[in-house]
């Protein structure tokens, strides 16, 4: 029989990550291999694959026995929590389309977060509206997915969307992050913000890099820092050191509840010339005798 894949290397994180690192690996994964977006011959495999790595991690309880017993625990009929009567319960089969599909459910284990879905196959109901094929106990609302850019969701805006032949107008907060949920009538609509080349998010703070070269770090200059809320001064003094990182206080995202904004880090990347001219060397050479003086301070 081949040997399992490790869970922990499906999902691409380390054996330390935390719950919100598992839960961002599978909603980017499941996104990635769903087979009705996915059309590799692969994909459905890698779909399952991701799936059940993400239904052990994402339970700590799971996530503590395959540590210990490693993945022969969740096989069916073997493993201290193997077969339907085990801790970690047995498990549901379903139909779509053309894709069959298995997932563990019950035991102590229920109740699993499937990276914001109940469920692993609650994803189709984001790309279709339809029912998970294996159905659920409760009433579901329909779930759609918008695609929305960088600054859409800093700033909030207005979508006109099509849903059931109909068109709706959809109002979109500012400061909303990528996966949010937003109630709208009868549905619910999962926001997927696209990333920007320049700007990185956490949270309600923006991260950026600028570029300065090695005298502006030397001697001091102002530089222009392009914000989420317009081109704001950065004053840079003299003796700077790379990697240096400013605090633009309340220059990021404004939260989604209540008041307020987040702020923005610069951090400082020193450029070193690759091609100097022969004065340049000059003045660099004497910077250098000059600096290897005594007492000039």
């Known amino acids: 029989m081949a040997t399992s894949k490790d869970y922990y290397e499906v999902l691409g994180i380390s054996k330390s990550a935390s719950a919100e690192d598992i839960k961002k690996a599978y909603r980017k994964l499941a996104l990635q291999y769903h087979p009705d977006r996915n059309k590799t011959k692969e994909a459905e495999a890698k779909f399952k694959e991701v799936t059940k790595a ?47 599909y298995t997932y563990s459910t019950g035991g102590a284990g229920a109740g ?7 469920d692993p196959f609650e994803i189709f109901e984001q790309f279709f509206g339809g029912a998970s094929p294996f159905g659920s106990a409760r009433a579901r609302r329909p779930v759609y ?45 999962v926001v997927d913000v696209a990333p920007h080349p320049n700007l990185s998010r956490e949270g309600a703070d923006i991260v950026s ?10 001697i001091g200059a102002e530089i222009n820092v392009v914000t989420v809320q317009g081109e704001v001064k950065l004053k840079i003094p003299s003796g700077t050191q790379p990697n240096t990182v ?18 923005h880090y610069v951090r400082l990347k020193v450029t070193v010339p690759k091609h100097l001219t022969r004065r340049q060397k000059e003045l660099l050479e004497e910077l250098d005798k000059e600096s290897g003086k005594k007492g000039w301070f």
Not at 209 to 218: C, K, L, R, V
């Open 112 to 118: 699993a977060d499937f990276g914001g879905f109940s």
């Open 209 to 218: 890099e600028q570029e300065i070269s090695f005298s502006q770090a030397a």
């Open 145 to 189: 997915s918008l695609t929305i850019d960088f600054m859409e969701a800093v700033h909030g805006v207005t979508k006109k969307v099509t849903i059931d032949g109909k068109q709706q107008t959809i109002k979109i907060p500012a400061g909303v992050g990528d996966g949010s949920r937003i109630r709208f009538g009868d549905y619910d609509v």
């Open 246 to 263: 400013f605090r633009l206080r309340g220059k990021g995202v404004p939260y989604v509840r209540g008041g307020g904004y987040g702020d």
């Open 54 to 100: 993400y239904e052990v991690l994402s339970d700590p309880q799971k996530r503590q026995g395959y540590d210990q017993y490693g993945a022969a625990a969740f096989e069916q009929a073997q493993g201290p929590f193997g077969g339907a009567g085990g801790p970690f319960g047995g498990t549901q089969t379903g139909r779509y389309g053309p894709f069959t």
